[in-house]
């Protein structure tokens, strides 16, 4: 077979190596389920990758949608194997070298975030050693080459004006006729008919909701004060959108009950200047040029690399263990 990605095949059954299988009358205690390069990926070590999500999904689902979420979930969580080997032995060829004392102080930070990690247990001082390795390697051959210049932090804001917008604001009071219980509902909506009736008459807004709101803020003459756009129940943004300054909305029924609006005032969206937000995007272009480059460099090991996969169908052994998660590219140790 031909070195290269391209030669990522999918065999529809265990091909185990006879030697390195342990096998019994009724299962597979464990088998080869990928060999990367030089590196084996046996299915013992894949049944802790996937613990969590298999149980999470187990949870969930069942049936067929069941065993397809766990067939993802699967290939997923091999592919991430997969990947993290090819990493570690990136670094490894780069002589990436990583201290006992870098370990442990990871480790102490580790649970300062509230990790549990067992310093007794080598698989955790393991998974803690090769996570360092991974930042470090990632950093070395990504972020060092990864540069957010001036013309690209301007280009992002140009492209994403609403991103850094301020929205709308909105002054209002409201009167809300809340039905006492489900069978109260007719009552309360004959109240609010009245109430609009009154407001129609030209009663004052504010002697009404004092005295037949329901809304905590009643006593003050139904002034919510200041809400922004995205604060407030999708009904009522929808209603005040149409409206102008001073105006009265008809009834607005929602799941909280019947409310009346009065637009006290309305602020446009306005948009921030550049210079404001230039640190805010510079850390977003530097993370989106970031994940860009790793995507790109991943790849390039993956058609470096000899992969083939001896794996087809679903684990039957639920998994004890959990790894580390795979570093993200952005982030930093």
Known sequence: ????????????AFGLIAQTSLLSAAQIEDGIVAIVNSDLIMLSEMKRELAPERERIQKEYRGD???RRLKTAEYMALTTMIERKLQLQEAKARNIVVTDQEVRQAIQQMK???RTIDEANPADMKSAREQLMLFRIVD???RSAVIAGDSDLKRYFQEHRDRFALSEEYTLSQILIQARSPSDTADAREKVREVMTRLKQGESFEDLALRF????NASHGGHLGLVRQGELLPEIERTIATMVPGGISDTIETPDGFHIVRLEDKKPKQFRPYEQVRTEIQGLVFQQKSEDAFQSWLANLKNKAYIEIKFESALSEPPTTAPAPRPSPTSKQ
């Open 1 to 12: 077979m031909a070195p290269g990605w391209l030669r990522y095949t999918i065999l529809f």
């Open 65 to 67: 949608s069941l065993a």
């Open 112 to 114: 300062q975030q509230g």
């Open 140 to 142: 070395r051959d990504v």
């Open 213 to 216: 709101s329901d809304g905590p």
